[in-house]
């Protein structure tokens, strides 16, 4: 076995040790915004996790940590994260409703093509350029709500728009590249003869 597959099958690393930490802080954020109405710690440990997940992308691109444990369990703290917050933020924000609502259609069939693909390839494929602009949005359309407590309807929709704009996109994207995959129209990266 060489070292990058040796790499690769690692279950205990650092990156994934930051995305257990993320899927920790859910049910605290949870628990602060929805039940506490204590919306900056709310926004503040949200904004942490968005830090770790930046460390943990950088910590297994520049230190040799990526696992595929952890390209799978990065985009599903990611996605827990996201839905979470944007589920709290519906009870102050009633148009939250719609990207929380394509965020779970996305992302049940996003998962479910990819593992399919991971199924039929063996491999697993991190994110592109384009969902991680996506996420980016989200978030800080998510932390813009958090933090201007009266935030005006006008600039609200606008940014949900946004978001939703970019969330159409990624879906786009990944979800005719993973079909083609499964129909056997496309290599995925690095699979070229």
Same mark, same amino acid.
């Given at each position: 076995?060489?070292?990058?597959?040796?790499?690769?099958?690692?279950?205990?690393?650092?990156?994934?040790?930051?995305?257990? /930490?993320? /899927?920790?802080?859910?049910?605290?954020? *949870?628990?602060?915004? #929805?039940?506490?109405?204590?919306?900056?710690?709310?926004?503040?440990? %949200?904004?942490?996790?968005?830090?770790?997940?930046?460390?943990?992308?950088?910590?297994? &691109?520049?230190?040799?940590?990526?696992?595929?444990?952890?390209?799978?369990? @990065?985009?599903?703290?990611?996605?827990?994260?996201?839905?979470?917050?944007?589920?709290?933020?519906?009870?102050?924000?009633?148009?939250?409703? #719609?990207?929380?609502?394509?965020?779970?259609? $996305?992302?049940?069939?996003?998962?479910?093509?990819?593992? %399919?693909? *991971?199924?039929?390839?063996? $491999?697993?494929?991190?994110? @592109?350029?384009?969902?991680?602009?996506?996420?980016? /949005?989200?978030?800080?359309?998510?932390?813009?709500?958090?933090?201007?407590?009266? *935030?005006?309807?006008?600039?609200?929709?606008?940014?949900?728009?946004?978001?939703?704009?970019?969330?159409?996109?990624? %879906? /786009?994207?990944?979800?005719? &590249?993973?079909? &083609?995959?499964?129909?056997?129209?496309?290599?995925?990266?690095? @699979?070229?003869?």
């Amino acid at each position: 076995m060489n070292k990058k597959n040796e790499t690769e099958n690692k279950i205990l690393t650092v990156p994934n040790l930051l995305s257990l /930490l993320r /899927l920790l802080m859910i049910p605290v954020i *949870i628990w602060l915004y #929805a039940f506490r109405k204590d919306y900056f710690p709310a926004g503040a440990l %949200l904004i942490l996790s968005g830090l770790t997940d930046l460390a943990d992308g950088y910590i297994a &691109r520049h230190f040799n940590a990526v696992s595929n444990v952890g390209k799978i369990l @990065d985009p599903i703290a990611d996605k827990l994260t996201q839905a979470a917050m944007l589920f709290c933020l519906v009870t102050r924000f009633p148009l939250m409703a #719609a990207p929380f609502g394509f965020l779970v259609i $996305k992302e049940l069939f996003i998962g479910t093509t990819g593992l %399919l693909m *991971i199924r039929k390839t063996g $491999k697993v494929v991190g994110a @592109d350029f384009h969902g991680k602009v996506a996420t980016t /949005l989200l978030y800080a359309m998510m932390v813009l709500h958090i933090f201007w407590i009266d *935030i005006t309807p006008e600039v609200s929709a606008a940014t949900i728009v946004v978001c939703l704009a970019s969330m159409c996109f990624t %879906l /786009l994207v990944y979800g005719s &590249r993973n079909m &083609r995959v499964l129909r056997g129209r496309e290599d995925l990266p690095g @699979d070229k003869k």
